[in-house]
């Protein structure tokens, strides 16, 4: 029997690569940044199964030119709008992703980024990180109470609603909008369902969760973070462009909004020269929500899962296109 062959886009867990190794020849692209769509239409035209991640540029171009006896795509993240989805199906191809796996880890780091902001804690330590250690002051790096205030979440799945139970210990008014009602949790979370404007307008704190789509995209723009509060801050763990970049630079540079922290952006990596970098009210870190040693372990052997299901043509257990099964 021919041997089977494996791209995976970047090094993952060496114990999830050692299973795939048993059985497959397993080539992993050395680089820390991801490869070029052009070099990822050369490998998937010559593999059996690939396992990526959402910085990977698998358009309708890289699909269409995969090897004909390509059997699975196994993306290594919950998100797979990196993929063409459309063209993987056209083309027979199911798609594996990495669901439920993170979502207590993104919780807390939602919550790390909260408090930083909320406390200035990013800029207390690099003040001390820099020998600046001001005398104790009525003013001296006073920032906003997390205990008591109201917490907006917009996106309701199981990361926003991680987030809100983690809020009632900080006896939070919580509300939250999304496009299906949770009647079922609004008594046992005590959170309460609004529109996106009435979210907007009561926040203190306003955390993203949703998916992106065509009607999350820039979903934050001018006019939104207009109607939030001058003292609120906004935090986003969900995707970088659910928030119009340069509609945020305007809200921060003009004080309509407080502050804000986010682990994703658009683009990523954040420009150099853009002027959050150099914003005291901006916390940013380099999309590590899941970036725990448990979390990763787990989603790489979930990509494993999918990768082995798919080249033993069974069921993905995690399919992003289970619409293929009933073709």
Request: aromatic fraction near 6%; charged fraction near 20%; glycine fraction near 6%.
């Amino acid at each position: 029997m021919q041997t089977k062959k494996i791209f995976i886009t970047r090094n993952i867990h060496p114990d999830a690569v050692s299973r795939l190794k048993s059985f497959a020849e397993v080539d992993i692209w050395p680089g820390e940044t991801p490869p070029s769509e052009e070099f990822l239409k050369q490998k998937i035209a010559q593999v059996d199964g690939v396992i990526t991640l959402l910085t990977d540029p698998l358009t309708s171009n890289v699909i269409s030119s995969a090897n004909p006896g390509l059997k699975v795509i196994s993306q290594m993240a919950v998100g797979y709008d990196n993929i063409d989805i459309k063209t993987a199906t056209e083309k027979g191809i199911p798609v594996g992703h990495t669901p439920g796996v993170l979502t207590e880890t993104c919780a807390d780091f939602t919550w790390a980024l909260l408090l930083s902001l909320a406390r200035r804690i990013h800029e207390a330590a690099l003040e001390v990180s820099q020998g600046i250690w001001k005398p104790w002051g009525p003013d001296v790096l006073v920032g906003y109470d997390v205990y008591g205030a109201t917490l907006g979440i917009i996106g309701f799945g199981r990361i926003g609603q991680a987030v809100a139970r983690r809020a009632r210990g900080f006896n939070m008014r919580i509300l939250y909008t999304d496009p299906e009602r949770h009647i079922d949790l609004e008594n046992e979370l005590n959170v309460e369902f609004c529109t996106l404007d009435e979210i907007l307008s009561q926040s203190d704190f306003l955390s993203l969760h949703t998916y992106l789509s065509e009607t999350t995209y820039h979903l934050i723009n001018k006019e939104r973070l207009a109607q939030m509060k001058k003292t609120a801050l906004l935090i986003n763990t969900s995707r970088g462009s659910v928030i119009d970049p340069t509609a945020l630079e305007w809200a921060l540079i003009n004080k309509v909004i407080a502050g804000a922290a986010l682990d994703v952006f658009e683009p990523e990596p954040i420009p150099a020269e853009s002027p959050l970098l150099r914003m005291k009210n901006v916390l940013i870190t380099p999309h590590i929500a899941s970036a725990s040693i448990h979390t990763r372990q787990r989603m790489a052997h979930m990509a494993v899962d999918n990768l082995i299901a798919g080249l033993e043509g069974k069921r993905l257990p995690f399919c992003a296109n289970p619409q293929i099964y009933s073709k």
